[in-house]
């Protein structure tokens, strides 16, 4: 969805300062450049070959300084206004954990579900508390004129409530890393009643609407049209590969490549220990994360729901990774 679509409230506050704020800056870019025509013409030395000492006018001087002011707060009485509507959610608004890391979105609902896209309920509200697992990055829904930095250690918090059924852009507005262009997701608007089906019924991801058909997460959807093996389909739709890496490039969490077979410092019980990387272990890291944390890296990976056979899979994939 394009810059003009207006899918939320807070997207017609965001508009009405932008424009009032053009309008006057127009208006004074016209006025100003016929006053200097003007005076270019009136004051030239062919009309005035003498100069003359022009006095102060009080009165003038009075009038160019009240109403720059004026206009000056009128913008900001605007721009104040739907700021803080931004930051003071409903009370009934749901609350969606957004966190962001280099280089992926996850969203986590209160009923524990975590996902790749932002699903909404259209015409509900839906309060987000957005933090970072490693650097600064930039929540950015322009569909919504949605803007919020998430920051490492702290929770911001914004909310919005959609309009419009359909699919928008979720951006990071931050140079974050190496693969900061690829940091993007979707926010998915559903009828009330489809929202609801997914959140207390099952798995199958909802559609956004008039047949706009589910979206796909954003690095399967960078990856559409390219066939690859089954247990990469499967580590994407658990978003394993969010954080880890199958080449060696450094992420959020310790890359796949060489992993298995190599001795690792992990955090357990707040002592360090060296653990060489076998299936027991693999096993345990991939069901029960937070039991040890690999040393230098955030504990932010949720346990993974995988059944014996993909478990097994994992294993054998993550043991190919030479």
């Known amino acids: 969805m394009g810059w003009m679509v207006e899918a939320s409230t807070s997207a017609r506050g965001a508009d009405k300062v932008f424009l009032v704020s053009l309008g006057i800056s127009v208006f004074f870019l016209v006025f100003i450049t016929a006053l200097m025509i003007y005076f270019v013409i009136r ?35 605007y721009g104040w206004t739907n700021f803080d509507y931004t930051r003071n959610p409903p009370r009934d608004a749901m609350v969606v954990n957004v966190l962001g890391r280099q280089w992926a979105w996850s969203f986590q609902y209160p009923n ?93 991801a909802p559609e956004p609407g008039k047949g706009l058909g589910a979206e796909k997460s954003s690095v399967a959807a960078l990856s559409a049209g390219v066939a690859e093996a089954p247990v990469l389909a499967l580590l994407r739709a658990k978003d394993c590969l969010m954080c880890h890496s ?9 890359t796949l490549k060489g992993l298995y077979g190599s001795t690792e410092t992990v955090v357990s019980g707040g002592k360090e220990r060296a653990v060489k990387v076998d299936d027991a272990y693999l096993k345990v890291a991939i069901q029960a994360p937070e039991a040890s944390i690999v040393k230098g890296y955030p504990p932010t990976m949720p346990p993974a729901a995988l059944s014996p056979a993909e478990l097994s899979q994992v294993l054998d994939y993550i043991k190919s990774l030479k």
Do not use: Q
Not at 65 to 70: A, E, H, Q, R
């Open 246 to 254: 199958v080449d060696g490039k450094p992420m959020v969490g310790p």
């Open 112 to 204: 524990g579900k975590v996902t790749s896209v932002l699903y909404a309920a259209l015409g509900k509200p839906t309060r987000l508390d957005i933090r970072s697992a490693d650097v600064i990055h930039g929540f950015f829904v322009p569909a919504f004129r949605l803007k919020m930095d998430a920051v490492p250690g702290h929770v911001n918090t914004t909310w919005f409530e959609p309009t419009r059924l359909g699919s928008y852009d979720i951006e990071c507005t931050v140079i974050c890393g190496v693969d900061h262009s690829y940091m993007l997701s979707k926010v998915v608007v559903v009828p009330v009643e489809e929202f609801k089906a997914w959140y207390f019924g099952g798995d199958d």
């Open 43 to 77: 004051y030239s030395k062919k009309r005035h070959p003498k100069a003359e000492n022009i006095e102060g006018n009080a009165w003038l001087e009075i009038t160019w300084t009240v109403i720059p002011l004026l206009i000056f707060l009128s913008i900001f009485y």
